[in-house]
């Protein structure tokens, strides 16, 4: 059975820290592995993922995969309050007859607080 | 360019009664997936909907169902409602890859 798990469940840091979350995933037929920031509701996106050992970066937030090990980081540097949420993982498994977009898997998220 | 839009936002049921939840798409998109997230269990995938076609669904019973219309819009069914059917159900729309965009949710009460 396809699964993703995102650890920690919980984090509580101070502002100006730097903060590591890890996904990893047992799928088969993987095609890609995203990244979601969910404050109240609506998941953002955040990264896309295809390639092992390219980081992605956007201001203070980058992200790598590691294809062969088969996990993800989120870092996220200088925290701030604002990036209090809760960081979801997902990976896109391609569907048996090769359409265009997969099926998207879930983990339970990371839950983050950043304390003043 | 408008984001996509659930309706409604928020509605309480009974248990045993049906609903429906609604779900417009960013223009230009034409896949569009329909999640449900608990507290328990997260983000669960629920089946996703291209050019009218339902392409892949996930393991939630026959009560659960949707359909996509022409213009992309899409609903989704719940039938013979129950407790556990409480959640937020989340829409998303794509162009083509899984970068997703969501709505922000119908939150859904069965009481």
């Known amino acids: 059975e396809d699964k993703v798990v995102q650890s920690p469940l919980s984090l509580v840091v101070h502002e100006g820290d730097t903060v590591t979350l890890n996904c990893s995933y047992e799928?088969?037929?993987?095609?890609?592995l995203l990244w979601y920031k969910q404050e109240k509701k609506a998941p953002t996106f955040l990264f896309m993922l295809?390639?092992?050992?390219i980081e992605k970066k956007s201001g203070r937030l980058s992200s790598i995969l590691d294809k062969k090990e088969l996990f993800s980081i989120l870092n996220i540097t200088a925290t701030q309050t604002g990036d209090s949420a809760i960081y979801l993982c997902a990976v896109e498994v391609g569907l048996n007859y090769g359409g265009s977009q997969g099926n998207l898997i879930f983990g339970k998220g990371t839950k983050l607080s950043v304390k003043p | 360019k408008a984001g996509v839009t659930q309706t409604p936002r928020y509605l309480i049921k009974t248990r045993g009664q049906q609903v429906t939840l609604s779900c417009s798409p960013i223009?230009?998109?034409?896949?569009v997936s329909w999640y449900q997230q608990t507290p328990g269990q997260g983000l669960q995938f629920l089946f996703e909907?291209?050019?009218?076609?339902?392409?892949n669904k996930g393991n939630f019973p026959g009560r659960f169902s949707g359909r996509q219309f022409s213009n992309s819009r899409s609903e989704m069914n719940v039938s013979t409602l129950e407790l556990g059917d409480s959640a937020l159900y989340l829409c998303a729309s794509s162009r083509e890859r899984a970068e997703q965009y969501f709505g922000p949710g119908t939150r859904l009460t069965v009481t």
């Open positions: 799928v088969t037929n993987f095609r890609s």
């Open positions: 295809t390639s092992s050992g």
């Open positions: 223009s230009g998109h034409r896949s």
């Open positions: 909907y291209f050019s009218e076609t339902q392409r």
